[in-house]
């Protein structure tokens, strides 16, 4: 059975999560869920990271213990886990001891190696990236991602050899699918030629919160040794059954922000301990809401929670995906939330399953039998679906599977199975099937929604195998609710 693993990015725990949070457990959900439904192997780790200094400052400023603080917030992820209705396999946090030994383990196989020593070392520091930043990270002097000057820090640390790894990480970065899409690999690419690859700080000083490093113990372990061992910690490295089984990581999934510590310094690092290196690095946008950029500051750090409660979480993840591309900056509004549920889902979704079963139930007492292939099943483009979603153009994908939803509901107005008794039962039965498939292709996209429809079909869900007509033998149907009630 072929495997997949699949990561998120961890979310520091310093707040509670908002949309943006969001956006990438979704994308990434849907991809787990998508090769489950392949029948591969599948592991889908996220989780929080606790131990950044920006947590101890935040629980500090509000007089609170680091560690109550932390807790609290990464039980809100957690949270936000069920109420997207994420299949994740395991939720990782960095102050659990299985986290710490393997960056320690890590962190010592790096030294050992040879590629940490200790330097003072002067840069410019931004709190908010918790990174030395050069000065064409700075743009007017400032950090473009938190619009904060740097402070002047200096300070005796252990440093990592990432320059002696350039020649190395330059030819990986250049490999055509490590780094998806292309605009992210050709800046990734361009900046290690222009600048070439620094040794970088591994360890900082007089800190009482965080890892120890194993090799002296007033130093912590920085965040880079530290939150990105997370994906091998997980599974329990080296010796873990999971860690044999999954490892290397199919696809880590991360923010624009990230993408340079995801695509060199996390490859460098496990080069240096002589770790297989994770396959692909998928970068996605940044999300705004109603047109602008989350943030706390700007009051519009909506919880996900708030939205879900009022309009659904299928609606909520369909809105998601259909409007944010993942290679690009994308808005999410709840006007755009209102449109899609009462003109995709209620409409062409939600209508086709009521008024299809509606019918199933007047003639036939809901007991449908097999009957022949009347053509509707080849409106469907499986091999765009599959190519879009290995483009990961989920969105696209959607409107894909979307515009087989459109031709049942044109198919169900041609015949006029309420009126021509002789081909109704062809009819009737043809957009079972048509319901049947779109449901299982959607499985993936907005789960609740199809485990209900499959309830009403009175079926199983099922995987690839299944996308095929004429597979359900005897339909035994059972109208009930309601699939998407139209929002005012
Ligand atoms: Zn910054």
């Not at 009462?342 to 449908?368: I, P, Q």
Request: proline share 3%; with cysteine.
């Amino acid at each position: 059975m072929e495997k997949f693993y699949i990561t998120t990015a961890i979310d520091y725990a310093n707040a509670k999560p908002h949309i943006g949070h969001a956006y990438e457990k979704i994308l990434s959900d849907v991809l787990a869920r998508w090769s489950r439904f392949y029948e591969k192997d599948t592991f889908f780790l996220t989780g929080t990271d606790e131990n950044a200094q920006k947590n101890d400052q935040v629980a500090k400023e509000k007089n609170i213990p680091t560690k109550d603080f932390v807790d609290k917030n990464t039980e809100s992820f957690e949270e936000l886990c069920k109420t997207l209705n994420l299949t994740n396999d395991d939720f990782i946090k960095t102050t659990q001891d299985r986290h710490i030994k393997v960056a320690q383990a890590i962190f010592k196989k790096v030294y050992d190696k040879g590629d940490i020593y200790k330097k003072t070392y002067s840069g410019k520091y931004c709190e908010g990236c918790e990174a030395f930043l050069g000065e064409r990270d700075l743009v007017d002097g400032k950090c473009p991602e938190h619009k904060k000057k740097p402070k002047i820090i200096e300070e005796e640390n252990y440093f990592f050899k990432l320059s002696k790894y350039e020649k190395e990480i330059l030819k990986l970065c250049s490999s055509k699918n490590f780094i998806v899409p292309s605009g992210w690999r050709k800046e990734i690419v361009n900046r290690i030629k222009l600048d070439g690859l620094k040794d970088i700080s591994v360890s900082r000083q007089g800190l009482d919160w965080g890892i120890d490093t194993p090799i002296d113990s007033e130093h912590k372990i920085y965040v880079w040794i530290d939150a990105l061992t997370n994906y091998i910690s997980a599974l329990s490295y080296p010796a873990g059954a999971k860690y044999k089984k999954y490892w290397p990581a199919d696809v880590h999934v991360v923010g624009k922000g990230i993408n340079w510590f995801h695509s060199v310094i996390w490859p460098a690092i496990l080069m240096s301990a002589e770790i297989p290196l994770p396959k692909q690095i998928l970068v996605h946008g940044y999300v705004t809401f109603n047109g602008e950029k989350i943030s706390k500051s700007l009051g519009n750090a909506i919880d996900p929670s708030e939205l879900i409660d009022k309009y659904g979480v299928d609606q909520f993840r369909y809105t998601m995906l259909k409007d944010i591309p993942f290679d690009q900056d994308g808005d999410f509004s709840e006007n755009s939330l209102k449109d899609r549920t009462n003109n995709e889902l209620a409409n062409d979704l939600g209508n086709l399953l009521s008024r299809t079963l509606s019918l199933c139930e007047k003639y036939y007492s809901g007991k449908l039998t097999k009957q022949k292939n009347d053509g509707l099943f080849e409106k469907l483009n499986l091999k765009k679906i599959e190519k879009h979603i290995e483009n990961y153009n989920l969105h696209l994908a959607l409107e894909e599977i979307w515009s087989f939803v459109r031709a049942s509901n044109k198919y169900v107005n041609d015949k006029e199975p309420w009126k021509n008794e002789e081909t109704r039962e062809v009819v009737l039965y043809n957009l079972l099937e048509a319901i049947r498939i779109s449901s299982l292709l959607l499985s993936s996209f907005i789960p609740g929604s199809c485990d209900k429809i499959n309830s009403q079909l009175g079926i199983k869900s099922g995987t690839i195998k299944n996308i095929k007509f004429g597979v359900i033998k005897k339909y035994s149907i059972k109208k009930g609710d309601i699939l998407f009630k139209k929002i005012e």
